[in-house]
């Protein structure tokens, strides 16, 4: 497969030179300021934190939101909305108290009745909150800075599981009354950033201001934990599609940072001694393919076994992440955490793949030439380009792969879809997660049509994962991660394509990125600009 762009930017990386394309922001950006940043994010198109769990709306939220506990550089957690909280001596309430100075952009104050509706709406989606809803006999406001989770027997993770899983956004309880399937409309948190809703331009950008009232932990900034400064009098996010346009607006100081910079590009901003490489996520994220176990051919899992004969991660990772610095094959499903990770049932890996097991175990698996659909996200240019050698595999052993391309929005839209292909269904789409918790990461989860999208299904595995938050010593958990391990590779519900770490890129003249600690979304506050 071709990844293009290579051809066409030969000559000038060769020579260290900007990209010639034309520029879109120069009459807007001609005068250096400060204190606006502009940066080159994804297109957010929604909003709401509890809808969607990708990476441009958890940044949203972590700008407009905040949340009640958060986790340092060392991934200690750390209390943030949260003056003070205790747990019973049976184990079985928890209460908690919020800190002074907690006040919404429009004015009103954060009160208990805020968190005890937000923490019930997150409960609707999260896996861990779903665990705690289900051993919760009550969640209840106590007077108006105090509130308390009262369960029905011990659950020694709760703290870390308001954490570790989907981002839990305090909203207005007339906000976060609503059902988790309903988007809020109205952007208004108590966050260190306002959403300029005047200045919304969807689509193309979107403002933040400071929130000039925002009242910080009175604590050193340490990860997304900390007092939440904010250096900048206003942040614009650019949407702009082409990662080459992206990227010679940097060159020539009319954004100030572009999130998701592609891979062949990466020694040309290094060549310019006014842009830098930074990488704000150390532990990367892994790249996976999703297969839907509603519809065939992959409810066989015959044919789900053969994918996992099919796939070369080197070859996937190389036309995804040319440059090896960035990138580790990955076997385990707990990633290359020194916890968890291990190497049970992994007997199948073969460098290369062996493409001929995997069109023997398609046949046996009764297919008989039905198409197979791959979501690819055009916007997105490693998961499009593994999307086109993924196709080009399939049908080099005789299936009917076709590539069905679309942003990414679009995406994650059309995989909720649990239809047939002819009713606008799925076979396969490839995206990426941090972390590897089965409580908090949603990939790794197999309760079939309550699962994640894919929706996979097994009873055993389930019944491990169960037992998760039960075990209480690390040696425990790693008997146990080897045992989930074993029963994962055997119904297959997923294959990894390899662990990526990928650098932003920016002007050197914006300092005070945040180190990100969990999952992939970037923080705001504490960057600042000098000028030019």
């Excluded at 707990?334 to 493409?355: A, C, I, Q, R, V």
Aim: charged share 25%; proline share 6%; hydrophobic share 40%.
């Amino acid at each position: 497969m071709t990844i293009t762009r290579r051809e066409i930017l030969k000559t000038g990386l060769a020579a260290g030179t900007a990209l010639s394309i034309p520029t879109i922001l120069r009459a807007q950006t001609s005068q250096a300021d400060t204190r606006t940043v502009r940066m080159v994010t994804p297109d957010l198109t929604v909003f709401d934190p509890i809808l969607s769990r990708t990476t441009v709306t958890r940044t949203h939220a972590l700008a407009i939101y905040d949340t009640l506990f958060e986790l340092d550089s060392k991934r200690i957690l750390r209390p943030q909305m949260v003056e003070k909280w205790g747990v019973s001596e049976d184990k079985k309430t928890y209460t908690f108290e919020l800190r002074d100075g907690l006040n919404f952009h429009d004015g009103g104050a954060v009160t208990a009745a805020d968190c005890v509706a937000s923490i019930r709406r997150w409960g609707q989606v999260d896996a861990g909150g779903k665990l705690i809803m289900a051993r919760a006999k009550d969640i209840s406001k106590k007077d108006e800075k105090t509130f308390a989770i009262n369960l029905k027997e011990p659950l020694g993770n709760l703290i870390n599981m308001l954490v570790e899983g989907n981002y839990l956004p305090i909203m207005r309880e007339k906000d976060a009354d609503r059902p988790a399937t309903e988007q809020v409309t109205e952007n208004v948190g108590s966050g260190p950033f306002k959403f300029n809703d005047a200045l919304a331009k969807p689509g193309a950008s979107f403002t933040y201001d400071r929130n000039e009232k925002y009242v910080p932990c009175n604590e050193p900034s340490d990860g997304f934990a900390g007092g939440k400064v904010v250096k900048v009098d206003r942040v614009v996010w650019q949407n702009i599609a082409d990662p080459q346009t992206a990227v010679a607006a940097l060159q020539a100081g009319e954004v100030d940072f572009v999130e998701e910079p592609p891979a062949d590009l990466y020694p040309l901003i290094e060549s310019d001694p006014n842009l830098e490489l930074q990488v704000l996520n150390k532990r990367g994220s892994t790249m996976f393919v999703r297969m839907n176990f509603l519809q065939p051919p992959f409810n066989n899992v015959k044919a789900r076994r053969a994918m996992l004969h099919l796939i070369d991660q080197e070859t996937f990772l190389r036309v995804m992440y040319p440059d090896p610095r960035y990138t580790e094959t990955e076997l385990s499903i707990f990633g290359n955490s020194p916890l968890y990770s291990n190497d049970e049932n992994t007997g199948w890996y073969k460098k290369g793949g062996d493409p001929e097991r995997a069109k023997q175990l398609f046949q046996e698996g009764g297919y008989a030439g039905e198409k197979i659909v791959i979501l690819q996200p055009t916007d997105w240019p490693e998961a499009s380009n593994a999307s086109q050698l993924l196709a080009d595999m399939l049908r080099k052993i005789g299936c009917n792969a076709e590539l069905a391309p679309m942003s990414y929005s679009e995406l994650t839209k059309r995989r909720a879809n649990k239809g047939s292909i002819e009713d606008g269904g799925w076979n396969i789409f490839i995206s990426d997660y941090s972390g590897a918790s089965p409580i908090s990461n949603p990939f790794l989860l197999a309760n079939g049509e309550q699962a994640w999208w894919g929706w996979p299904k097994d009873d055993d595995y389930e019944a491990l994962r169960a037992k998760w938050i039960e075990v209480e010593t690390l040696e425990e958990r790693q008997a146990l991660a080897r045992e989930m391990q074993k029963v994962w590779w055997d119904f297959v519900g997923g294959v990894l394509l390899g662990r990526a770490i990928r650098p932003t890129a920016h002007r050197k003249a914006l300092t005070g990125l945040i180190e990100i600690p969990i999952g992939s979304a970037f923080a705001m506050w504490d960057m600042q600009k000098a000028s030019a």
